[in-house]
């Protein structure tokens, strides 16, 4: 079950490395999600740090529930733009490493 748990942290700091790099780089999808949603851009460079942040953060010990609790909201954000430019099944999809995330922090919460 630990080497289950392992890959799920594993696959999350890349998908929250990957989400927040295409964020800061402003990716055109980025950018046309942003609009759409009526959102300034400027909120591209916060938003994808936070999710690279969580991503490092993730990766030691002892920052762990920091950088879970940075991807979750990073991912949670996500969403609700995702939702807002009205794309609900993708939206429903991408609250799954939110839920992942959550159950990281109970499960590292229970160990210690």
Same mark, same amino acid.
């Given at each position: 079950m630990r080497v289950i748990w392992?890959?799920?942290l594993v696959a999350l700091v890349f998908m929250s490395l990957a989400a +927040?790099?295409?964020k800061v780089f402003?990716?055109?999808q980025e950018i046309a999600f942003f609009e759409s949603a009526g959102l300034a851009l400027a909120w591209l460079y916060p938003l994808g740090g936070a999710?690279?942040?969580g991503g490092i953060l993730s990766t030691i010990p002892k920052s762990r529930?920091? +950088?879970l609790t940075l991807m979750g909201l990073g991912?949670?954000?996500?969403t609700i733009v995702i939702f807002m430019v009205g794309q609900f099944g993708f939206?429903?999809?991408s609250l799954l490493p939110?839920?992942?995330s959550v159950l990281l922090i109970l499960r590292d919460n229970a160990q210690n």
């Open positions: 392992m890959m799920a +927040g790099g295409a402003r990716m055109p999710q690279i942040a529930k920091i +950088g991912f949670l954000v996500s939206a429903l999809i939110v839920v992942v």
